[in-house]
């Protein structure tokens, strides 16, 4: 019997590895968005505390943004100047050195950076910028182009001053100074303060401020008449935090062996010509703190 040989073809089959954008991916990723994350809400009202001791965990405070780009992304890290900060509180929190960062990829396209700090007045947020290196880039090698009309949140720190005023204050007297001391994140200067004209009713003589040290400025002004006093402090952000207080007048009483009775009176002209010209009263004291004028929430005192 004669043998048919058949042959059969052998494919061999030849794969080549070439790069994504060999193929066609020109196309570079961008940066879509850059949200508030945790917590959602754009405002925080904090209330500033001077004193470090009482600078409980709860006082710092953290904030998470949210960066989505069109697609995967490398080299996105905190160590390739990938990221800067462009709020009104970015300057200061990055001056004092109190900002704990942490960049989390969340997804190949989603990253959160946490930022926990001391409170500072203003605006936080952080854009990227495409000067780090390495350069972040897709997969196919392309670079990453920063949008400049990207939806980008802020998170805004209302650190209101804490003021502090002497014990004697609460009861403010004519004929000697008010004298407060203001104390923030150190964004305070003595031109943030000022005498609020439209709320203030006492006649007051020259406000004056000075800086005492990084974080606290002290402020006095004589007091003329009894009245409202109202000092505006504005802030760098622009928030106004307002001190109020009522300027009284000292009563003074008398007391008489001879009349069996006391005398009063706010005026010290004649307080002084009572005790130097008439031996017959004698002074015990300020006996209370009083307005001059009637207004509401006052009771008229009358003198006969």
């Known amino acids: 019997m004669k043998k048919i040989l058949f042959y059969f073809p052998i494919l061999v089959g030849i794969f080549f590895a070439v790069p994504a954008h060999a193929i066609g991916d020109h196309e570079p990723p961008k940066l879509i968005s850059i949200e508030r994350y945790v917590p959602t809400s754009q405002l925080h009202e904090i209330e500033f505390i001077a004193d470090p001791s009482k600078q409980g965990p709860d006082y710092r405070q953290t904030f998470t943004f949210?960066?989505?780009?069109?697609e995967a992304v490398v080299n996105f890290d905190l160590?390739?100047?990938?990221?800067?900060?462009n709020g009104t509180a970015n300057s200061a929190v990055a001056q004092l050195g109190q900002a704990i960062t942490t960049l989390t990829q969340v997804s190949p396209s989603v990253y959160d950076l946490t930022v926990e700090t001391l409170p500072q007045d203003?605006?936080?947020?952080?854009?990227?910028?495409?000067?780090?290196?390495?350069?972040?880039m897709d997969l196919a090698g392309n670079e990453l182009v920063v949008n400049p009309d990207i939806t980008q949140e802020f998170y805004e720190m209302n650190v209101t001053p804490q003021v502090i005023f002497n014990a004697q204050d609460a009861q403010a007297n004519i004929?000697?100074?008010?004298?407060?001391e203001a104390q923030d994140d150190g964004s305070l200067s003595p031109s943030n303060f000022a005498v609020n004209s439209d709320l203030t009713t006492a006649s007051l003589g020259s406000l004056i401020c000075k800086s005492k040290n990084a974080l606290s400025v002290d402020c006095?002004?004589?007091?003329?008449?009894?009245?409202?006093?109202?000092?505006?402090?504005?802030?760098?952000s622009g928030n106004v935090t307002q001190y109020t207080q009522s300027i009284k007048a000292p009563l003074h009483r008398f007391w008489s062996d001879k009349y069996k009775h006391h005398f009063f009176t706010p005026s010290t002209s004649e307080r002084d010509a009572i005790i130097e010209n008439d031996k017959n009263w004698e002074y015990e004291a300020v006996a209370y703190n009083v307005e001059l004028g009637q207004r509401d929430g006052t009771?008229?005192?009358?003198?006969?």
């Open 220 to 236: 006095s002004v004589p007091l003329l008449s009894t009245g409202e006093v109202a000092i505006d402090i504005t802030q760098q």
């Open 175 to 180: 004929g000697r100074d008010l004298s407060i």
């Open 79 to 85: 160590v390739s100047g990938h990221l800067a900060g």
């Open 122 to 136: 203003g605006t936080l947020s952080y854009k990227v910028v495409t000067s780090g290196t390495p350069k972040i």
């Open 66 to 70: 949210r960066y989505t780009f069109s």
């Open 299 to 304: 009771m008229p005192v009358y003198r006969f």
